[in-house]
Structure formats: structure tokens, C-alpha cells
């Protein structure tokens, strides 16, 4: 059973920074590509960053340069470093592991970007 357990999502300004993590196995992250997706109200689940164990990372056009994603293998959490976040950052946040026809999902995290 793979557990992806998300955190840090909250409410932030207008500019203002967070940091999501992803706790899970070290198994895990050593053998999966390791992501991070979100879904807005009324809209489909959005690709935002993918990260594989060697760092080799991808990110959506729309947080490039503001959002980085990386992997503390000494925790075995990736975390998300979001800065400069827009109103339409705003969503419901999700780790994923995938690999081959395996694909896992957190419960996800709630990012409310608003004044």
C-alpha cells in the first residue's frame, strides 16, 4: 500500500509564499516519478510539477520560475516551494507516485490564494 500524505496548504496573500510536502516511503521516491497536481473548483486536475529520483524536474508553464519542486530524500518528502502565488493558484493540491500503470494519490491540500 502506498500512503502519500500531503501538508502545509493554507490561506496566503496576494505575493506570498508556501511550502507543500509529500511524506511517503523512501522505496517510494527512489523508484517512482514523484509529482504534484491540482484541481480548482469546476475544472479538470492540472499537471503542476514532476520530479524523478535523479532530479530531473518539469513544470507547468504557468509556475515556472515561481514554483520549484525537490526531493529531501533524508525525510523522503518532496516539497513544493511556492512563491509569488496568484489568486489562481488556488486549489486543491495533490502529491502523486507514478510508474508504469501505477498511480498513486494523497488526499490532497487545500491552497486558498485571496486577500
Known amino acids: 500500500q502506498v500512503q502519500l500524505v500531503e501538508s502545509g496548504g493554507g490561506l496566503v496573500q496576494p505575493g506570498g509564499s508556501l511550502r507543500l510536502s509529500c511524506a511517503t516511503s523512501?522505496?517510494?521516491?527512489?523508484?517512482?516519478?514523484m509529482g504534484w497536481y491540482r484541481q480548482a473548483p469546476g475544472k479538470q486536475r492540472e499537471l503542476v510539477a514532476t520530479?524523478?529520483?535523479?532530479?530531473?524536474?518539469n513544470y507547468a508553464d504557468s509556475v515556472k520560475g515561481r514554483f520549484t519542486i525537490s526531493i529531501d530524500a533524508t525525510k523522503n518528502t518532496v516539497h513544493l516551494q511556492m512563491n509569488s502565488l496568484k489568486p489562481e493558484d488556488t486549489a486543491n493540491y495533490y502529491c502523486?507516485?507514478?510508474?508504469?500503470?501505477?498511480?498513486?494519490w494523497g488526499q490532497g491540500t487545500q491552497v486558498t490564494v485571496s486577500s
Open positions: 502523486n507516485a507514478y510508474r508504469y500503470s501505477y498511480n498513486y
Open positions: 523512501g522505496s517510494i521516491i527512489s523508484r517512482y516519478r
Open positions: 520530479i524523478t529520483s535523479d532530479g530531473t524536474s
